[in-house]
């Protein structure tokens, strides 16, 4: 939940600041902030609604004895970016 926080709101987000600088320059500076403010509650609510969610999910999952099951998890979601990578890889070099 730490990590998923200072990444909410450590970082600048790219499209947050392209927003805000194509509508500095369109001379649209009001609807730049407003809609800053828009992705900004989104934001908010997206890393609430999945932090809730984690907390709630891993009480929920623990009291019907599957606590065991949350152990593979981490290493289930490793297997899949390593296979996601690889096909990435394999994909980019058969193109070149």
């Known amino acids: 939940l ?4 200072a990444s909410g709101g450590l970082f600048p987000s790219p499209s947050a ?8 320059g369109l001379g649209r ?14 934001l908010a609510a997206t890393l609430s609604a999945v932090g809730l969610g984690l ?3 891993r009480n929920i999952i623990e009291r ?8 593979f998890l981490p290493v289930l979601g490793a297997v899949a970016l390593i296979a996601l990578g690889s096909v990435i890889i394999i994909r980019g070099i058969i193109e070149v």
């Not at 600041?17 to 500095?24: C, E, P």
């Not at 500076?29 to 989104?42: D, K, P």
């Open 2 to 5: 730490v990590a998923l926080g």
């Open 17 to 24: 600041v392209l927003v805000i600088v194509a509508a500095v």
């Open 29 to 42: 500076a009001g609807l730049g902030l407003a809609l800053l403010a828009a992705f900004s509650i989104g």
């Open 55 to 57: 907390v709630y999910g």
């Open 64 to 71: 019907r004895g599957g606590g065991q099951r949350l152990a």
